[in-house]
T-cell receptor, first 110, second 109 residues
Framework: DGGITQSPKYLFRKEGQNVTLSCEQNLNHDAMYWYRQDPGQGLRLIYYSQIVNDFQKGDIAEGYSVSREKKESFPLTVTSAQKNPTAFYLC?????????FGPGTRLLVL | GQNIDQPTEMTATEGAIVQINCTYQTSGFNGLFWYQQHAGEAPTFLSYNVLDGLEEKGRFSSFLSRSKGYSYLLLKELQMKDSASYLCDVMDSNYQLIWGAGTKLIIKP
């Protein structure tokens, strides 16, 4: 089946720890995106990538990093510099007129 | 600045009709999208409008007026499963997406 997978579904981070969220797609889409969603709020763009080996900062990139070594994969690292990481993280791919979302990862701080 | 405005919450009755409004101010316009998001889940695509007018898809319709910077999503024959948040977002002239905060729709029996 074609689609987008994100793992893990839930992730716990300790103080000072870096954690990496996985996003994989087999839709053959060039564009991939990472969003953060806080309770009762809309989506905020963290990073996006239009093509392999290239990515751009979104509106709230501080404390996050990404890589795009393969078309299928766009992992997001939440670094210790991100002081308020608790949120729902959504990965999406761009397919022309619409975006397709993965199931999301909920990150919680211990 | 760029912004999208939607009501925070709306309540409607099962079987009725509800209209969710969205107004936008963006740098250019390359289309407006509506998504449905159930609690704890990812958004799912509902509709895309780039020209003025009404687009109908079953029980859901979406309307756009570019001159007024206005769109609405119309849901007919409401069902309990329609209880969700509805997100409006606009693609600006740089093909960047500007997202609204979403409208939480509560359906009562």
């Amino acid at each position: 089946d074609g689609g987008i997978t994100q793992s893990p579904k839930y992730l716990f981070r300790k103080e000072g720890q870096n954690v990496t969220l996985s996003c994989e797609q087999n839709l053959n889409h060039d564009a991939m995106y990472w969003y953060r969603q806080d309770p009762g709020q809309g989506l905020r763009l963290i990073y996006y990538s239009q093509i392999v080996n290239d990515f751009q900062k979104g509106d709230i990139a501080e404390g996050y990093s990404v890589s795009r070594e393969k078309k299928e994969s766009f992992p997001l690292t939440v670094t210790s510099a991100q002081k308020n990481p608790t949120a729902f993280y959504l990965c999406a791919t761009g397919g022309g007129e619409t975006q397709y979302f993965g199931p999301g990862t909920r990150l919680l701080v211990l | 600045g760029q912004n999208i405005d939607q009501p925070t919450e709306m309540t409607a009755t099962e079987g009725a009709i509800v209209q969710i409004n969205c107004t936008y101010q963006t740098s250019g316009f390359n289309g407006l999208f509506w998504y449905q998001q159930h609690a704890g889940e990812a958004p799912t695509f509902l509709s895309y409008n780039v020209l003025d007018g009404l687009e109908e898809k079953g029980r859901f319709s979406s309307f756009l007026s570019r001159s007024k910077g206005y769109s609405y999503l119309l849901l007919k024959e409401l069902q309990m499963k329609d209880s969700a948040s509805y997100l409006c977002d606009v693609m600006d002239s740089n093909y960047q997406l500007i997202w609204g905060a979403g409208t939480k729709l509560i359906i009562k029996p």
